[in-house]
């Protein structure tokens, strides 16, 4: 069973910029998180998504959106991107609905300049 | 406010020798898991425990929740340089539908 997989892995953007990653969770999970991980602030959540619906969301600026879809894939978005903006996304799919046990995938690491 | 305190912060220790790693909070929580990360890659789960003061091993590791369900720990027999790498507790506090928070992490370090 393939895992979860993050597009792209490495990107470079420019301040002022928008960039959208994309997950493709374990096959037959319908819930999707996503974390921003960096090496002050460790793993900070994002949002949650469970069958195209938002469950939860964290405590970060309306810059950053989300999104799920059908097919439960799922996109972030980041809109007039920081240097502080840049870490490794992290993406984790579950079977269940707010499922305590998640699978990583490997991360789309992001640098801002 | 960080819901899950990971202590110690950075660890560095010889071959061979065994570490304990704590994940303590003031919430109960329904499950606790363990994650091991390594550079440059998505942290990869290692164990859940979901009973209070259950303990579960996996060959050289330890881990127990606590009979409050509000910390757990992970202890290491004989480390070895595979084990090195940042450990993460996680887990949703109060049975209900908040959302899964990771702990600070341990940073550890086996030297051959």
């Known amino acids: 069973k393939a895992g979860v997989t993050q597009t792209p892995r490495y990107l470079i953007k420019t301040r002022g910029q928008q960039v959208t990653l994309s997950c493709s969770p374990i096959s037959g999970h319908r819930s999707v998180s996503w974390y921003q991980q960096t090496p002050g602030q460790g793993l900070q959540f994002l949002f949650e998504?469970?069958?195209?619906?938002?469950?939860n969301k964290g405590n970060f600026p309306g810059r950053f959106s989300g999104r799920q879809f059908s097919n439960s894939r799922s996109e972030m978005n980041v809109s007039t991107l920081e240097l502080g903006d840049s870490a490794l996304y992290l993406c984790?799919?579950?079977?269940?609905?707010?499922?305590?046990?998640?699978?990583f995938g490997e991360g789309s690491w992001l640098t801002v300049v | 406010t960080q819901l899950l305190e990971q202590s110690p912060q950075f660890l560095s220790i010889q071959e061979g020798e065994n570490l304990t790693v704590y994940c303590n909070s003031s919430s109960v929580f329904s499950s606790l898991q363990w994650y091991r990360q390594e550079p440059g890659e998505g942290p990869v789960l290692l164990v859940t425990v979901v009973t209070g003061g259950e303990v579960k091993k996996l060959k050289r590791l330890t881990f127990q929740f606590g009979d409050a369900r509000k910390d757990s720990s992970l202890h290491i027999t004989a480390a070895q340089p595979g084990d090195t790498g940042l450990y993460l507790c996680a887990g949703r506090a109060n049975f209900g539908n908040e959302k899964l928070t990771f702990g600070t992490g341990t940073r550890l370090t086996i030297i051959p």
């Open positions: 984790a799919s579950s079977p269940f609905d707010s499922g305590n046990t998640i699978y």
């Open positions: 998504y469970f069958s195209e619906t938002q469950r």
